[in-house]
């Protein structure tokens, strides 16, 4: 079992659209939870950090943090296509350093306009 | 401006021919760490470092050195070059406080013949 897991997509959206991106994690002593998007060719980005239960909210984007389910997800409102790229979901990783950093294989999103 | 630098952004090399790729960051990080990138496989771990002269391995290490000599460098070696190390790197770096987020480089786009 893979310890971070994505739907790798592809997940297509129409503009303005809410993206819904979903995340689920193997271990429960995992405690900090990221979101980066990559474009194509590119390096990663973060888009968004969360380390409580419940949703945080940064501008278009709102991470939603369920530890009880193990889940970690993130949503887009309001769509663009600029958003179409690769998204990367983080969790720290359960044995070793609390520093590591575990990835999932990534959701890549199309927004169509 | 902040930022992890890595070189060279591309290389091709043949089967057995020793290469250096470098990493430097100018944000005084403590945690610096590798990563290659396939796809379907997502970002795998090779080697990454707390601070200097203090290296651990990561998920993938088999075929890579590393070495923290300085804080700002963490340069990655492949002694002898496969094929099957055609890929994708990234360097990165953090704070290394809990939880804090990765800083990337822009990769460096390895092709081994």
């Known amino acids: 079992q893979k310890e971070v897991e994505q739907n790798s997509g592809p997940l297509s959206v129409p503009e303005g659209a809410i993206a819904s991106l979903n995340c689920t994690y193997s271990d429960r002593g995992s405690q900090s939870f990221f979101w980066y998007r990559q474009y194509s060719g590119k390096s990663p980005e973060l888009i968004m950090f969360?380390?409580?239960?419940g949703d945080k909210e940064d501008g278009r984007f709102t991470a939603q943090l369920n530890k009880a389910s193990q889940y970690v997800s993130l949503l887009i409102r309001d769509s663009q296509p600029s958003d179409s790229a690769t998204y990367l979901c983080a969790v720290t990783s359960p044995s070793g350093s609390a520093r590591q950093l575990t990835f999932g294989s990534g959701t890549q999103l199309t927004v169509l306009p | 401006e902040a930022q992890v630098t890595q070189n060279p952004r591309y290389l091709i090399t043949v089967t057995g021919k020793k290469l250096t790729v470098t990493c430097s960051q100018n944000m005084n990080h403590e945690y610096m760490s590798w990563y290659r990138q396939d796809p379907g496989l997502g970002l795998r771990q090779i080697y990454y470092?707390?601070?200097?002269?203090?290296?651990d391995k990561g998920d993938v290490p088999e075929g890579y050195k590393v070495s923290r000599k300085e804080k700002r460098n963490f340069p990655l070696i492949l002694e002898s070059p496969s094929p099957n190390q055609t890929s994708l790197y990234f360097c990165a770096s953090s704070p290394g406080i809990l939880g804090s987020p990765l800083h990337f480089g822009n990769g460096t786009r390895l092709t081994v013949t």
């Open positions: 470092s707390m601070n200097v002269e203090v290296t």
């Open positions: 969360i380390y409580s239960n």
